[in-house]
T-cell receptor
Framework: DGGITQSPKYLFRKEGQNVTLSCEQN?????MYWYRQDPGQGLRLIYY???????QKGDIAEGYSVSREKKESFPLTVTSAQKNPTAFYLC??????????FGAGTRLSVL | QKEVEQDPGPLSVPEGAIVSLNCTYS??????FMWYRQYSRKGPELLMY????GNKEDGRFTAQVDKSSKYISLFIRDSQPSDSATYLC???????????FGQGTTLQVKP
């Protein structure tokens, strides 16, 4: 069953804590993306990776970090420097024709 | 000026109505045009994909691209309550995997 798997579905962060969101794909796609979605604001790009061991900052990278050690995995860490982390986080991988395929998302809230 | 502007809605229509969703864009280099549908608390899923100017039809859905006016539209015929969702336009130059998303239009179809 091919696709993008994000976990956990819900995540709670305490003040000063770093948390990591998981994104795994079995579509054999090279490129993967992380977005943040807030109500009424569409999708904003946090980080993206075109290939293993390489990634670039998106429009709102401050307070976030990523790694891309394996083709299948692109985890996102929300650091304590991100002062307003409450949002819906979406991971995507890119197939032919620049079509992006999304996971089900992780909803992050602050305790 | 944002690269992509989407009518924000929200939009509420009776069942059976024809729905028109619209986006405008500013960069004539954009070549790939997509519409994603996002149900509440889910990841976006690709609904329509077009490469050139003109119309593309898939069942009750028609995507229209007018490159001369930099305007894209999604029409839904005979709308159903199951069409209630947020619709996101997305465009790309095709040179990278990056998509530029509109802010989304939330549609409610009332029985």
């Amino acid at each position: 069953d091919g696709g993008i798997t994000q976990s956990p579905k819900y995540l709670f962060r305490k003040e000063g804590q770093n948390v990591t969101l998981s994104c795994e794909q079995n579509l054999n796609h090279d490129a993967m993306y992380w977005y943040r979605q807030d109500p009424g604001q569409g999708l904003r790009l946090i980080y993206y990776s075109q290939i293993v061991n390489d990634f670039q900052k998106g429009d709102i990278a401050e307070g976030y970090s990523v790694s891309r050690e394996k083709k299948e995995s692109f985890p996102l860490t929300v650091t304590s420097a991100q002062k307003n982390p409450t949002a819906f986080y979406l991971c995507a991988s890119v197939g032919g024709g620049n079509i992006q395929y999304f996971g089900a998302g992780t909803r992050l809230s602050v305790l | 000026q944002k690269e992509v502007e989407q009518d924000p809605g929200p939009l509420s229509v009776p069942e059976g109505a024809i729905v028109s969703l619209n986006c405008t864009y500013s960069n004539s280099a954009f070549q790939y045009f997509m519409w994603y549908r996002q149900y509440s608390r889910k990841g976006p899923e690709l609904l329509m994909y077009t490469y050139s100017s003109g119309n593309k039809e898939d069942g009750r859905f028609t995507a229209q691209v007018d490159k001369s006016s930099k305007y894209i539209s999604l029409f839904i015929r005979d709308s159903q309550p199951s069409d209630s969702a947020t619709y996101l336009c997305a465009i790309s130059t095709g040179n990278t995997g990056k998509l530029i998303f509109g802010q989304g239009t939330t549609l409610q179809v009332k029985p």
